[in-house]
């Protein structure tokens, strides 16, 4: 496909992915959350050109709108609300500061599919970021099978993997570039035997990252793997932000031109800095915890 971005445009990467209603069960806090919307705070700090294709409810679209619009997050102002009930999740931090991630109910995301108008900017766009819940598959599978990923970057986030076998992940996988996965185990267990495995056969890039353990990196072009240790650090807070800080940092490093090993050494260190706050983002990133018990309001948007 011929990008219709113009020249000297700057490459622009869609972020594909649900925002959720983040619901931490033990401190009855419902904060806007979810991969992609961690993800595009990095950015927007970074200064990174992208736009957020998602949906959210009509139930408390305030909710996100005002944390989108305080950062200055683009979005599809005609499109990103839908008729329902945002996705929403519930967090629980264990005794050993790990999340648990359970009863993930997708809401407007259960029938998503990209509008027209979001298609026809993503046509020119450079770069795919796709959080790969249920729905997300669905539609990278429906792009990459209609051609529309065709000439851009693309990668995603297969997140723990535990929905995930071989032949789906190899199915997925085989419509992208660069692949992640947060693995809890170890580089031994049969799971990344298997990534490995759809990494080579298909010379794809995937990324598999394993907490304190360290990275593994599986080139599948070049054929070669590589291990990165990391340097364990005191979890002042919890790790829950880690896996999308580490994400957001890799790409904005490796698409400024970084090679392989730098943007690990990225990703590792923003992973690093996530671990001192107690939800994906710091407090200040929300507003200040106590201000999601009143409904801010927002103003129009877009980019």
């Known amino acids: 496909m011929t990008s219709a971005r113009a020249p000297g445009r700057p490459i622009e990467t869609a972020l594909l992915g649900p925002v959720s209603l983040d619901r931490y069960k033990a401190e009855g806090l419902d904060l806007p959350g979810g991969g ?8 927007s700090r970074a200064g990174l050109p992208f736009r957020l294709l998602t949906r959210i409810g009509d139930d408390r679209p305030d909710l996100f709108l005002g944390f989108l619009d305080r950062h200055g997050i683009g979005y599809a102002a005609d499109s990103i609300v839908g008729a329902g009930p945002s996705a929403s999740i519930d967090i629980t931090t264990r ?3 790990q999340p648990w991630m359970d009863n993930f109910a997708p809401g407007v995301w259960a029938d998503f599919r990209l509008t027209a108008s979001e298609e026809a900017w993503l046509s020119g766009a450079g770069r795919l970021h796709a959080v790969l819940v249920d729905p997300v598959v669905r539609e990278v599978h429906r792009l990459g099978d209609s051609g529309r990923l065709s000439g851009l970057e693309s990668s995603g986030d297969f997140l723990d993997f535990r929905h995930y076998d071989g032949s789906r992940f190899r199915e997925t996988m085989g419509r992208l570039d660069v692949g992640f996965v947060g693995w809890p185990g170890g580089p031994g267990d049969a799971a990344v035997s298997e990534i490995r495995r759809v990494a080579f056969d298909l010379g794809r890039l995937v990324v598999v990252t394993m907490g304190s353990r360290g990275v593994l990196a599986l080139d599948g072009a070049s054929g070669r793997e590589s291990w990165s240790p990391v340097e364990a650090v005191p979890v002042a807070g919890t790790t829950v932000g880690c896996g999308d800080a580490f994400i957001a940092a890799f790409l ?8 392989l090993a730098e943007s690990i050494g990225a990703g590792k260190a923003a992973g690093a800095r996530a671990t001192a706050w107690l939800r994906p983002l710091p407090d200040e990133a929300y507003g200040g915890v106590g201000a999601y018990g009143d409904v801010r309001a927002h103003g129009a948007h877009g980019a």
Not at 36 to 43: D, E, F, K, P
Not at 252 to 259: F, L, P, Q, V
Request: charged share 25%; no cysteine.
């Open 252 to 259: 904005a490093s490796r698409r400024g031109g970084a090679g």
């Open 36 to 43: 992609a919307l961690n993800v595009a705070w990095h950015w």
């Open 95 to 97: 005794e050993d500061r």
